[in-house]
């Protein structure tokens, strides 16, 4: 089964600077997805960014970029330029590419506060 | 845009009540999904479904539970009996393939 960690409870960052929010998972797999979701307080959980295992170049979303580290199975994500309205909880999540005709499950961390100050 | 919608947003039911939680995938899309997220916790798989029929189903997911897709449009889950622990926010997601999930805005079920 997979699992995916997310070490970092909390963090917190300064409007206009950059964090860094840490991933690591654990598969057999060779293809698989994984994802940023966003949660804020309204709690609907927001696509933030995706990456597909087979892609070597780090996927990027406007101010949101991840480094991708296939064998070390990790999957940081970077926020760049922070702003208020970023402040909410982050979740990691894995998908499995295998094909089979099915629906596949997202397997999610257990998520990063984040708090953006002035 | 189109989104996944949910309703109601807040159910209060009893312990042993049956509720049904309603959801509208976006219209093109194929797969569908709940997952739940008690408070604090991580969000959890419930189950997923495929061309009229469950794909898989977590542990959680037990005989209390079941899903539907009555018509063309909406997809229920039923928790037959519901009990204290069954109390969480529960999110409907849909996706067009194997990419990525869209999730509703969720519905908050308290059990009391």
């Known amino acids: 089964a997979q699992t995916v960690t997310q070490s970092q409870p909390e963090m917190s960052v300064q409007e206009a600077e950059t964090v860094t929010l840490s991933c690591t998972y654990d598969?057999?797999?060779?293809?698989?997805?994984l994802f940023w979701y966003k949660q804020p307080p309204s709690r609907q959980m927001i696509l933030v960014i995706r990456q597909e295992a087979y892609k070597q170049q780090n996927a990027t979303e406007n101010r949101f970029s991840v480094n991708f580290q296939k064998a070390a199975k990790s999957f940081s994500l970077k926020i760049s330029d922070s702003q208020l309205g970023d402040a909410a909880m982050y979740f990691c999540a894995y998908r499995s590419a295998i094909n089979t005709g099915t629906a596949s499950k997202l397997t999610f961390g257990t998520g990063t506060r984040l708090q953006v100050t002035l | 845009e189109p989104e996944v919608t949910q309703t109601p947003s807040h159910q209060v039911t009893q312990m042993g009540q049956e509720v049904i939680l309603r959801c509208v995938p976006i219209?093109?899309?194929?797969?569908f999904y709940w997952y739940r997220q008690i408070l604090g916790q991580k969000v959890e798989f419930l189950v997923s479904f495929y061309n009229n029929e469950i794909s898989e189903k977590s542990e959680i997911f037990d005989d209390q539970f079941s899903v539907e897709r009555p018509d063309g449009s909406n997809f229920t889950l039923k928790i037959r009996s519901t009990k204290l622990e069954d109390s969480a926010m529960y999110f409907c997601?849909?996706?067009?393939?194997?990419?990525?999930?869209?999730f509703g805005p969720g519905t908050r079920l308290t059990v009391t």
């Open positions: 997601a849909s996706s067009r393939s194997q990419y990525e999930q869209y």
């Open positions: 219209s093109n899309h194929l797969y």
């Open positions: 598969t057999s797999e060779s293809d698989y997805y």
